[in-house]
């Protein structure tokens, strides 16, 4: 029986009937909607005749929705043909084609319409283009056949439903190898991997609750792996009953929609429960809540297009789905994150395990005080987040990043509650290199590792080089700001002394906007203020260079028939003071006679102006007592720093490489000169070569 990787060749070669009519990336919009007619036509084939008897019997009797219903049960499934062709008789009337092809397509039940519509870009689009333009470029019988050949037998006894969805996600892998790193199909190893992550320790329960309604969903469904997946571990694995498991999801993708809901269909399962949507903008199943949630949201997908839509939300804090906060609007991973959340099940009814696949980014981008870490502040400090499972890298089709799946829970058990588990599954030994890559996938998990992986997980207890276990308070961490004082040496010359006199306080002194003599009068005032200045400048110049703000500010004060106003001193500040590390410390309020330098050493951000270039912050563990730290790691290296408590901010981010690093010790010098040595040999031994 030929694999399902042997069988999408079989049909991806089909698509070499089309080269030269079609360009190339047009040929899914051919190849999926015929594969997917071929599977309906090949499940509907033992039941066919009965649904064309009752069809001859019924109609006309009953009504058409009545009808409808008595076609779905004849077919055994929930959908139908009601015509008269199947893939082979379309065959027999190869003139005729077009027209029996579109009676063929027209005689599918609605639900099949719907998802045949979206294969074509739309209801708008109508059935057509599936097969007007293949007629019109007389190609339309050819690919009849060709899908209609007996090599391609897609018989539910002959392929599974699971193998069907890999025939499926190989294709649209094949159409798409050169789509961007995030628009990753999820392959069945890291499905496999994710799916018993989420149910390692609810087996028991489960089982115990034989009976009980189980909800499944992904809002970034693509063509169902996930769901199909799930399903089929909980019955094939632990034997619980199919018809107490139901499977919800919403797709944005058309195609890949309608691939998810035929699979679902042809499976026995309530396909309108699979949505088509942007689910950020638009959930389809608003108000549900659901028991197990698992999702592979693209990889840096933006969300400017909804932008309006998602801060509206945002801004009804905890009544909306975005309440925590928002990410940088070039990435919406971390809003599905809350989407998610946002639809989880009670505790007191049993809570919810989520699952989902990120990149690096949702770990660590954001500093405290930003979208990206106050959404994992919020998800750390409810103790949902439960572990971080780090995955080898060129795991998937169209990127070989690093990438991570986080286990978010509001069930945790009673002895991981307060914990965060990190497994490091990026090493070596989980690198099994598959013997011909598909796409940039060169690296598979194994069923070992698998199983090694969610061990560990379940067991969540620290593991040398592969887990941790943290408490929820290690990934947090204070923003501190450490202020340091402005320094200023004076000096007064010629050429500083000129600049100042085209600055916009001096020349401003005679600006005004009255008109006749009380602008006069303004201007004669103005040009008084600027001669005093210019004295008491000529005066102070005997003190430069002066290393002290407040002796020539004061100096400079004493020589003026007025008081200096602080636009004035920020003036002369700028005209005449250079930053200067040997100075003084500048005052915020120079000319006050009541200085005490005890009481301003004491309370250093309410006297000295500071200076923002030497302005830095401290990230500070929760753990670690801030005004310990600041002694130990700021103060020995600047003695007039001070921290303003005032800017503090909370933030959180994971660091793998931090937490797993391993120090490498360079090679010994000895063993690298030996190396260029032999290179050495090695090239003078080729030169001798060529020159014989």
């Known amino acids: ?122 209801e708008e689009k109508g059935l057509a283009p599936i097969y007007e333009t293949l007629a019109r470029k ?47 199909y999820t392959p069945r190893d890291v499905v496999q991997l994710l799916v018993q992550l989420v149910f390692a320790d609810v087996e028991h329960d489960l089982k115990a609750s034989a009976g009980s309604l189980i909800g499944i969903y992904d809002p970034a469904c693509g063509t169902g792996g996930m769901l199909t997946v799930s399903k089929d571990y909980l019955v094939d694995e632990w034997g619980l009953d199919p018809s107490n ?30 949505k088509q949507g942007n689910t950020l903008s638009e959930d389809k199943l608003i108000g549900q809540h659901f028991n197990f949630m698992m999702a592979n949201p693209e990889f840096g997908t933006d969300w400017k297009k909804i932008e309006s839509f998602i801060r509206n939300e945002a801004e009804r804090g905890t009544d909306g789905r975005f309440g925590a906060g928002l990410p940088d609007v070039g990435d919406a991973s971390l809003l599905f994150l809350q989407h998610m959340i946002s639809k989880m099940t009670p505790v007191d009814k049993g809570g919810s395990v989520i699952g989902i696949v990120f990149n690096g980014s949702p770990l660590f ?10 959404i994992r502040k919020w998800i750390v400090t409810n103790d949902w987040l439960d572990a971080i499972i780090a995955l080898p890298e060129d795991m998937f089709y169209n990127t070989n990043i690093a990438t991570y799946l986080w286990i978010v829970r509001n069930n945790k058990p009673a002895d991981r509650r307060g914990t965060i588990t990190l497994v490091n599954g990026n090493q070596e030994r989980f690198r099994t290199l598959m013997r011909r890559n598909l796409g940039k996938k060169r690296v598979e998990l194994t069923p070992a590792t698998i199983s090694e992986l ?21 990934f947090g961490y204070t923003r501190v700001t450490v202020e340091r004082p402005l320094r200023l040496r004076f000096e007064i010359t010629d050429t500083t002394l000129a600049a100042f006199q085209q600055s916009g306080y001096f020349v401003g002194l005679v600006a005004t906007k009255k008109v006749g003599e009380k602008a006069k009068a303004d201007i004669a005032k103005g040009e008084e203020k600027q001669r005093a200045l210019l004295a008491a400048l000529e005066q102070a110049r005997r003190l430069c260079p002066c290393l002290d703000d407040r002796v020539f500010l004061n100096a400079i ?49 309410n006297w000295y102006v500071t200076d923002s270039n030497l ?26 720093a001070w921290m303003d408590r005032s800017k503090d901010k909370v933030g959180y981010e994971i660091s793998f490489t931090k937490y797993f690093y391993e120090y490498q010790p360079p090679r010994e010098l000895k063993d690298i000169l030996a190396d260029l040595e032999a290179l050495d040999a090695e090239a003078e031994k080729l030169q001798a070569e060529l020159r014989a």
């Open 245 to 274: 498991i139901f499977i919800h999801g919403q797709e944005l993708r058309e195609k890949t929609y309608a691939i998810c809901k035929a699979d679902a269909l042809m499976k026995g399962d309530d396909g309108s429960r699979i």
């Open 454 to 474: 969610v061990g560990v997980y379940r067991e969540g207890k620290p593991v040398p080089k592969l887990a941790q276990v943290f408490d929820l308070e290690d």
């Open 365 to 374: 981008n954001g500093d405290a005080g930003s979208g990206w870490s106050d």
């Open 138 to 184: 007389n190609l339309l019988y050819l690919i009849t056949r060709e899908f209609a050949s007996e090599d391609l037998d897609l018989h539910p006894d002959k392929v599974s439903n699971h193998d069907m969805g890999l025939i499926y996600e190989y294709l649209i892998r094949k159409f798409k190898e050169g789509a961007a790193a995030g628009e990753q």
């Open 1 to 122: 029986m030929p694999s399902h990787t042997e069988i999408g060749e079989f049909i991806w070669r089909i698509a070499d009937h089309l080269r030269g009519d079609y360009e190339k990336n047009d040929n899914e919009d051919v190849i999926l909607p015929f594969t997917l007619l071929r599977r309906l036509d090949c499940v509907l084939e033992k039941t066919r005749d009965k649904v064309r008897e009752a069809e001859a019997q019924l109609a006309g009797k009953v009504t058409e929705d009545v009808l409808k219903k008595l076609l779905v049960n004849a077919a055994g499934v929930p959908f139908y043909n009601r015509s008269r062709y199947s893939f082979p008789e379309l065959l027999k009337n190869p003139s005729d084609i077009k027209e029996n092809f579109g009676a063929y397509l027209d005689g599918f039940s609605d639900n099949i319409k719907e998802i045949l519509y979206n294969f074509s870009g739309g």
């Open 615 to 640: 302005r830095d912050e401290e990230r500070i563990p929760l753990k670690t007592d801030i005004d310990a730290y600041f002694a130990k790691e700021v103060l020995p290296y600047a003695l007039d």
């Open 557 to 605: 004060n004493d020589a003026l028939p007025f008081k200096a106003t602080g636009q004035a001193i920020a003036a002369l500040r700028a005209a005449f003071g250079t930053v200067d590390e040997k100075a003084e410390k500048v005052l915020l309020k120079p000319l006050e006679p009541d200085f005490d330098p005890e009481i301003a050493e004491a309370d250093p951000g």
